[in-house]
């Protein structure tokens, strides 16, 4: 399917397990990014990537790994999963950073119990 | 901290009446985009506003920068039942000196439209 995907759309987890949260986008855009959607906070940046290989921090990075070993997928990984983790998370990808429209994804509910 | 900020926070209207929704930032910018956001889906991109642009139109939208007093708005004409959802503004340009490679988005207003 043609457009960016996100698995898997809902997640449960407990304090302190390891959790992936999957991304692909079939553009072959250059940058890709990860966001958590909060009540009361809007939309906050938690990593982007540039390109295979290059990543960088956002607003809020603590806690997360990111990784882009193929253009098309990046993976947002939380080490150790914590309360304040729970959100709805949202990748998103575009061909030139800010300089035009992001496509996004359908989010992944995350809960942390 | 957010770079845009909309207001109102929310706004109810009767179908077909018009609904502005205003966005105030900060700091210098190259662009300004606006999205949508269904409730349970992801953002979708409705309009981007370049620095030098005035005014943008794309069917039933209306967008209007002002870099003078770092305001943007959205008008959005004869609104529909569809159109009920969550608006955002979303800026480029750096809040933390960390470069222009960042949209930073505001808290949304909420669009009710009533049939």
């Known amino acids: 399917d043609a457009g960016i995907t996100q698995s898997p759309r809902y997640k449960i987890t407990e304090t302190g397990r390891q959790v992936t949260l999957m991304c692909h986008q079939t553009?072959?855009?250059?940058?890709m990014f990860w966001y958590r959607q909060d009540l009361g906070h809007g939309l906050r940046l938690i990593y982007y990537?540039?390109?295979?290989?290059?990543?960088d921090k956002g607003e809020v990075p603590d806690g997360y790994v990111v990784s882009r070993s193929k253009t098309e997928n990046f993976p947002l990984t939380l080490e150790s999963a914590t309360r304040s983790q729970t959100s709805v998370y949202f990748c998103?990808?575009?061909?030139?950073?800010?300089?035009?429209?992001?496509?996004f994804g359908p989010g992944t509910r995350l809960t942390v119990l | 901290s957010q770079q845009g900020e909309e207001d109102p926070q929310a706004l109810s209207i009767q179908e077909g009446e018009n609904a502005t929704m205003n966005c105030s930032y900060k700091?210098?910018?190259?662009?300004l985009q606006w999205y949508r956001q269904n409730s349970g889906r992801g953002l979708v991109h409705l309009i981007l506003?370049?620095?030098?642009?005035r005014e943008k139109h794309s069917g039933r939208l209306r967008v209007t920068l002002d870099t003078s007093k770092k305001s943007s708005s959205l008008l959005i004409t004869a609104s529909r039942a569809a159109d009920t959802a969550s608006y955002f503004c979303?800026?480029?340009?750096?809040?933390?000196?960390?470069?222009?490679?960042?949209?930073?988005f505001g808290k949304g207003t909420k669009l009710s439209v009533i049939p």
């Open positions: 998103a990808s575009s061909e030139w950073a800010t300089y035009n429209e992001q496509f």
């Open positions: 553009w072959s855009h250059s940058y």
């Open positions: 990537s540039a390109a295979a290989d290059i990543t």
């Open positions: 700091t210098s910018i190259n662009n």
């Open positions: 506003i370049r620095s030098n642009e």
């Open positions: 979303a800026t480029d340009g750096s809040y933390s000196g960390a470069g222009s490679y960042q949209l930073t």
